[in-house]
């Protein structure tokens, strides 16, 4: 079973009602702003998500910029949605695909095995001249299915800080925020010491659709990754858990192993004083 879906399969499964349950997540600073944005153009059938709230707990220093949600308030957003177990679930946001795989890994996280990623999100469904619609969205189903968090591999802090020298620890921020050149979200530049580079961009296309699993093979090749490297010797971070989701993605798709998630990534790591910090390329 793939992570991924094209728009013209999506497109076929909506027209003979076999979408199941279908979820545009619309970021924007102002979670009426995002509302907004849906509610003028979706793809038929969807129900609305803002990343901020729905797929993420309140941020601070101690967890990060977006750290895991709370499991009540994501059941009343499964509530919201019409979750159920005998429906798939596809995810998707405008186009980059970072919060449609916030939501893939958040929903796998929490216990849902059926879910997808739309390849290339509504950017390439609208390439494809697919219809899409305005309104508040699609009438719930009832749910059936809870919340039952802590079904994909993690890494906490401890861990990440106690990682030894067989774990490879892996950055997937662009590469002039993980040497530390720029920095605009969190409080220092730079990376975690003895973290590898592999930018979220490298696994994609231009149009922000995955590569073949075959050129994703090949990148990771060339980090020392492989499918056979076990979950438990990789750790995967990002500013905050939306670039490394999307790897995360990426790598399953290509027949990897599941790294743990350091969810709370560099923004978490670099609000710690005593933590070192690494600058410079790879």
């Not at 390849?119 to 899409?132: E, I, P």
């Not at 720029?182 to 975690?192: M, N, P, Q, S, T």
């Not at 010797?233 to 790897?247: F, K, L, R, T």
Request: net charge negative; glycine share 10%; proline share 8%.
């Amino acid at each position: 079973m793939g992570n991924l879906v094209s728009a013209t399969d999506l497109a076929d499964a909506v027209y003979h009602g076999r979408g199941g349950t279908l979820i545009g997540c619309y970021w924007r600073p102002k979670e009426h702003e995002g509302r907004q944005k849906f509610t003028s153009e979706h793809i038929p059938t969807a129900h609305y998500c803002d990343p901020q709230t729905a797929l993420a707990g309140v941020p601070g220093p101690a967890d990060g910029r977006n750290p895991l949600p709370d499991p009540d308030i994501l059941s009343r957003w499964w509530e919201r949605w019409g979750v159920r177990i005998d429906r798939p679930v596809t995810v998707y946001d405008e186009g980059r695909g970072l919060y449609a795989a916030r939501a893939w890994w958040v929903l796998r996280w929490a216990g849902l095995r059926d879910v997808k990623i739309l390849d290339g999100g509504l950017a390439t469904w609208l390439n494809k001249d697919y219809r899409v619609l305005g309104g508040p969205g699609n009438l719930a189903h009832a749910c059936t299915v809870r919340v039952n968090p802590g079904q994909m591999p993690v890494a906490t802090l401890e861990e990440v800080v106690d990682a030894g020298p067989d774990v490879i620890l892996i950055d997937t921020r662009e590469p002039s925020r993980y040497a530390g050149e720029r920095e605009v979200l969190d409080l220092k530049a730079g990376h975690i010491p003895g973290a590898i580079n592999l930018p979220n961009r490298d696994l994609l296309n231009e149009d922000c659709t995955f590569r073949s699993p075959e050129e994703i093979r090949e990148r990771l090749a060339r980090e020392g990754i492989t499918p056979d490297t076990p979950s438990e010797n990789m750790i995967i971070y990002s500013g905050s858990g939306n670039h490394s989701a999307q790897v995360i993605a990426a790598m399953e798709e290509a027949g990897f192993q599941l790294p743990r998630h350091f969810v709370g990534g560099w923004s978490q790591w670099c609000a710690t004083p005593a933590l070192p910090v690494e600058r410079g390329r790879q």
